[in-house]
């Protein structure tokens, strides 16, 4: 279809204008060195820490082969793909002066942070050496990857849990306790070479959709939504990253009988046409970290050379959103907090909002605090209710709804996603935010720059 789309270019005698290139992607190997190394410092300068902030000494992770817990494949070396058979990892908080043991109940090292704790021939039974490594330290507390709240905490399996606790001294099961804010602690602290990273992951995401929203892939009349769909991800194939989930394309115009509501009544395919006002959702995955970017273009009328100046106007909205809340961010302040500030000061500054943004980071819809859902404006139950920390990275998700006279009246949303770290005290889009919407052909310079 790619092809197709080229050789109609040339007939038309449309020249593709994008020409911006996608930043270095390393290979494996070097992208497992990386990662390694990065797994190291993480677990040296975020690990201690949290351990001692949440008053656990002892963090016991298990997982079995195919059944892996969310927080265990984020610290198995690069070269372990998944858990292998029954692995036990435990961490021992000696304290600041010797800082953490980190144990594998394995009979081999897991990578070179958790060291071989266990020799099979020595005693057979996996469960009384875990048992074994607890009686000789006496930790005060054990934390497990249960909780009610976050997925990404409840890793340990059922037939696992019992397994343990029947196992388990009497003694040490009242010490037993939930992992869940080690857990997401770990997984939304970003460290100063992932920050860094992840500018680089947000500039690649970006200049994917500029390449899928120009005349290198959609000639209008020609190109449906699902062939941009498709476009992205066989350029996420060719560059050989991944994705976390399936991009979506759709589509926004005049015409009185089309619904523009992207997510319950969306159709699957639609031919692109000049005058329609794209949006898509898209994100990628590399190193480990993923991203999660939604973005608009306008396909140009023949007579037209810039987008009008009333969607520009409807544009602007969605930037005051993006604003709005992020400025309510500050340690300790609640997902439902800012939701409830921001909804609040978007009403008396007359832009009519909905918010549902959430972290980013070892997964797209990442653990942390949970800014509203798309049909949870009141709040979120949970995950809501826990606090914004520093160093934490946030895909800034949200629409502003805006009534167009020129289309009838027709209320066009404007559907914005962009990485923002939060760190001093304030919010930085990573790779900058979109600003103003794209054309197909292009008639701008891209820029992401801005704040």
Same mark, same amino acid.
């Given at each position: ?50 351990? +001692? ?13 195919? @059944? ?25 908080? #000696? ?13 081999? @090292? ?6 071989? &704790? ?32 976050? &997925? ?43 920050? &860094? ?12 959709? &500029? ?41 926004? +115009? ?5 619904v523009n509501w992207p997510y319950d009544r969306r159709p699957d395919v639609e031919v692109i046409m000049p005058g329609d006002l794209l949006h898509c959702d898209f994100g990628i995955t590399y190193l480990r970290l993923n991203t999660d970017v939604q973005e608009m273009a306008y396909v140009l009328r023949p007579d037209e050379k810039q987008v009008p100046d009333y969607l520009n106007k409807a544009f602007s909205a969605g930037n005051r959103l993006q604003d709005i809340m992020t400025g309510f961010f500050k340690v300790g302040m609640t997902g439902n907090q800012i939701l409830a500030l921001s909804l609040r000061k978007a009403e008396q500054d007359g832009v009519v909002a909905q918010i549902y943004s959430h972290p980013v980071g070892y997964h797209g819809h990442a653990a942390g605090p949970a800014i509203g859902m798309w049909d949870m404006q009141g709040g979120v139950p949970g995950t809501g209710e826990y606090s914004i ?9 949200? @629409?502003?709804?805006? #009534? ?19 760190? @001093? ?27």
């Amino acid at each position: 279809m790619r092809k197709l789309f080229l050789m109609l270019a040339v007939l038309l005698g449309i020249a593709p204008a994008f020409s911006q290139e996608i930043p270095k992607i390393l290979p494996l190997k070097e992208r497992a060195v990386l990662q390694d190394e990065l797994l190291d410092e993480r677990f040296k300068s975020v690990l201690p820490n949290l351990m +001692r902030k949440n008053g656990i000494d002892m963090w016991v992770i298990i997982a079995r082969e195919y @059944n892996e817990d969310p927080v265990i494949k984020t610290m198995l070396p690069s070269t372990w793909l998944n858990a292998r058979r029954r692995t036990i990892l435990v961490i021992y908080d #000696k304290g600041e002066s010797q800082g953490l043991e980190a144990l594998a109940v394995a009979r081999y @090292n897991v990578g070179t942070i958790f060291k071989s &704790a266990w020799q099979p021939e020595k005693e057979a039974n996996q469960w009384k050496r875990l048992i074994q490594i607890i009686e000789e330290r006496k930790p005060k507390k054990i934390a497990l990857d249960v909780s009610e709240q976050y &997925a990404h905490a409840d890793g340990l399996s059922h037939s696992e849990h019992e397994a343990l606790m029947s196992n388990m001294p009497a003694e040490y099961k009242s010490k037993v306790t939930s992992a869940e804010r080690l857990c997401v602690g770990w997984l939304e602290t970003r460290t100063p070479r992932e920050i &860094a990273l992840y500018e680089m992951l947000d500039r690649i995401t970006h200049q994917i959709i &500029a390449e899928a929203f120009s005349e290198k892939v959609i000639i209008p009349g020609v190109t449906t939504t699902d062939d941009v769909v498709w476009y992205l991800r066989e350029r996420v194939a060719e560059l050989r990253l991944d994705t976390w989930f399936h991009p979506t394309v759709d589509i926004q +115009r005049p015409d009185p009988d089309k619904v523009n509501w992207p997510y319950d009544r969306r159709p699957d395919v639609e031919v692109i046409m000049p005058g329609d006002l794209l949006h898509c959702d898209f994100g990628i995955t590399y190193l480990r970290l993923n991203t999660d970017v939604q973005e608009m273009a306008y396909v140009l009328r023949p007579d037209e050379k810039q987008v009008p100046d009333y969607l520009n106007k409807a544009f602007s909205a969605g930037n005051r959103l993006q604003d709005i809340m992020t400025g309510f961010f500050k340690v300790g302040m609640t997902g439902n907090q800012i939701l409830a500030l921001s909804l609040r000061k978007a009403e008396q500054d007359g832009v009519v909002a909905q918010i549902y943004s959430h972290p980013v980071g070892y997964h797209g819809h990442a653990a942390g605090p949970a800014i509203g859902m798309w049909d949870m404006q009141g709040g979120v139950p949970g995950t809501g209710e826990y606090s914004i920390n520093e160093n934490t990275a946030y895909a800034v998700e949200l @629409n502003a709804k805006v #009534k167009i006279p020129e289309w009838g009246n027709k209320e066009v949303r404007v559907m914005l996603e962009e990485q923002g770290l939060f760190i @001093n005290g304030k919010v930085h889009y990573i790779d900058g935010r979109q600003k103003t919407i794209l054309t197909i052909p292009r008639r701008q310079k891209i820029d992401h720059l801005g704040q």
